[in-house]
């Protein structure tokens, strides 16, 4: 085997050595009868999920090492491209929970990455209850946003990581998903928040809902004094929607309509969860839960 040969087999290998400890941390044994169940929509970007959904379980891992922390997706599509397409095997809820009974598990916290307590949430919430007998002590963690300090701590979270943007000639966009649940009222009160804060060249939309990238388009349109615009998911993953909905070449993505309203586009791919304050607040939502 020549020198080049040696230098990819053992990438290769490498990279095997890297897919096996992703996989068997979805199935890991327990340390004791203490788990604290992480469960996410998913994703299929693999570079995104490792950095914000794994950079989430790591931070609640090293927060409380007398825990085992394991993973469970909601999306069921999700689930299933990863198994076909990467052989990576993630449990669904009933899956993790039942997984989690068989394995002896009696203290059970259980913390969602979901940005609002929304349909998701509330489906959760609904499933826990089914299970709930087969614990001894059971809690579920709130989501990212519901206090006002949770507004305010990620509202300074992602002007600090955009500040370098902020001349007075960028607008400054967030996009969000969206919902038709109330908690979609949670993207008019960070537009509150970060306006109260003086962040004035900060915007808020969503994809799927209210404020819509029309009502964003026409406020940064009344301002009248910006030339350029960044783009930034106020996502956990920098996923799909991210990078269709938002940086997509396709004529409706967010950035061919500011490209087209004559603005220059600077898209960044980064989602919520690779932010290190952002992790912090997950982790003070599990140990509230853990108080309880």
Known sequence: MNKRSKLVALALLGASALFASVFTSCHKAPKND???????F???????????IGGIENAI???????TVARAFTADTIINILKE???LAIDNVDEALTRAANNGIKTLVVQPTHLMNGFEYTDLQKTLAKYESKFSKVALAQPLLMSDDDFSAVADAITAK???FDDGNTAICFMGHGTEAESNGVYAK???????KGFANYYVG??????????VLAAIQANGSYKN?????LMVVAGDHANNDMAGDEDDSWKSIFEKAGYSVNCILEGLGQDATIQQLYVAHTKAAIDK
């Open 34 to 40: 203490k788990e604290i169940l992480v469960v996410s």
């Open 42 to 52: 998913g994703t299929s970007y693999n570079n995104s999920r490792d950095l914000t």
């Open 61 to 67: 891992a090293a927060a409380f090492p007398d825990y």
């Open 85 to 87: 397409r990467d052989n």
């Open 162 to 164: 955009t500040k370098a």
């Open 190 to 196: 960070m537009q509150d928040v970060l306006t109260s």
């Open 206 to 215: 969503t994809v799927e809902a209210t404020p819509s990238v029309e009502d």
């Open 229 to 233: 615009v960044v783009l930034h998911p």
